[in-house]
């Protein structure tokens, strides 16, 4: 069975920095995809930014990139020169190719901007 | 021109009731889903339909009944609400031909609160 980790229930961020949302996941499976949703406020659930585990270059999606570390397991997300609009929680997620519908969820991070 | 799109987006109702949420997408999607969140913000799926054929049902209890009339379509009927039940649910679609990604993209959210 698949299990995805995100560490950090909550972040802080200066705005205009950049920050790092850790997440860690475990699967058996050989061939998988990887994304990352935000939930602002407002409750919507909006994709962010996928990464496919046979894809050799990190994903870059404007302000987002995915850190994805193989071998380690891992597929953080960047969000550079953070923004107001950038409070929120966020939530990594896996899936299995071979298997579209069974798309799992880590706990997600709140993540807070300062100005 | 929403994509996904739920209602009602407030439920509130008493103990014991039956209630139905509904949900469409036009997105020509033939995979729809429903999640639960709680309180905690945990995410979990619960149905998954493909071409109007149930492909997951994790352990929900018999009480929720999801039923597809058509491809763009997947209500959720929820029967002897329980206290329990309180959270937000969450509808999602996805093509399952998108291979590898099958991004899922997510409709507003019902808050149901059971009194």
């Known amino acids: 069975a698949q299990k995805i980790t995100q560490t950090q229930p909550g972040m802080f961020v200066q705005e205009k920095e950049a920050v790092t949302l850790d997440c860690t996941y475990d699967?058996?499976?050989?061939?998988?995809?990887l994304f990352w949703y935000k939930q602002p406020s407002s409750g919507e659930m909006i994709f962010l930014i996928y990464?496919?585990?046979?894809?050799?270059q990190n994903a870059t999606e404007g302000r987002y990139s995915l850190n994805f570390q193989k071998a380690r397991k891992s597929a953080n997300l960047v969000i550079s020169a953070s923004q107001l609009g950038d409070s929120a929680m966020y939530f990594c997620a896996m899936r299995p190719t071979y298997n579209n519908n069974d798309m799992r969820f880590g706990a997600g991070t709140r993540l807070t901007v300062k100005p | 021109d929403t994509a996904v799109s739920q209602t009602p987006k407030y439920l509130v109702t008493q103990m014991g009731n039956d209630k139905s949420i509904k949900c469409e997408q036009n997105?020509?999607?033939?995979?729809m889903y429903w999640y639960k969140q709680d309180s905690k913000k945990f995410l979990k799926i619960m149905f998954s339909y493909n071409n109007k054929e149930l492909i997951i049902n994790e352990t929900v209890p018999n009480r929720f009944s999801p039923k597809s009339p058509d491809k763009a379509h997947l209500n959720l009927h929820i029967n002897s609400l329980e206290l329990g039940d309180s959270a937000v649910y969450f509808c999602?679609?996805?093509?399952?031909?998108?291979?590898?990604?099958?991004?899922?993209?997510f409709g507003p959210g019902t808050r149901l609160l059971v009194l």
């Open positions: 990464q496919g585990s046979y894809d050799e």
């Open positions: 999602a679609s996805s093509q399952s031909w998108d291979r590898p990604k099958g991004t899922q993209y």
């Open positions: 997105l020509g999607h033939d995979t």
């Open positions: 699967t058996s499976d050989q061939s998988y995809g």
